[in-house]
């Protein structure tokens, strides 16, 4: 690598400066199946290596595409069998796209409404006056449904 760092047995902490993440994150997906345990040195740190480095990548970049943790395991499946057909991981992101598209449909059914509630105060008065707080107070629950449970990433 060019960075000088030995990427053959790496401690937690290392791994987790390299790849970017807390350190907790790499022992949430190890509990989660996602990154395979390491190995153990005589003083019981965990030791990682390079296929650790390349494993956490790829969940990373699938999480920055706001892929859920079944559906990265499902590609990692994949990924560790590369003989096989990859139908279902163009299935996979088929519904995934759709599923982003529903989102920006939401996003932007949201942002609408914000644009609207704005609306209701144009100047600074008395917060008794405000006529976004009104507004707020008065709402019915005609929000788009699933805006606030989606919960940055789950889905």
């Known amino acids: 690598m060019s960075n000088g760092i030995s990427t053959t ?12 993440c807390p350190v907790e994150t790499i022992r949430y997906y190890e509990r989660e199946g996602l990154l395979p345990l390491a190995a153990r040195s005589q003083s019981n740190y965990r030791l990682y290596g390079q296929a650790h480095i390349e ?25 560790d069998l590369p003989e096989d057909n990859c ?10 796209i759709d599923h982003v598209a529903a989102r920006i449909t939401e996003l932007k059914a949201l ?10 105060c144009q100047r600074t008065q008395a917060a008794k006056d405000c006529g976004i707080l009104q507004g707020l107070a008065s709402m019915e629950d005609d929000a788009p449904a699933n805006l606030g449970s989606h919960g940055g990433g789950v889905h």
């Open 55 to 79: 494993r956490l990548q790829f969940i990373r970049h699938c999480r920055s595409l706001d892929m859920t943790l079944d559906e990265v395991r499902r590609l990692l499946q994949f990924r």
């Open 87 to 96: 139908a279902e991981v163009n299935t996979l992101l088929d519904h995934h």
């Open 9 to 20: 047995a790496l401690k937690i902490g290392e791994l987790a400066a390299h790849a970017g």
């Open 111 to 120: 942002q609408t409404q914000l644009k609207q509630l704005r609306k209701q």
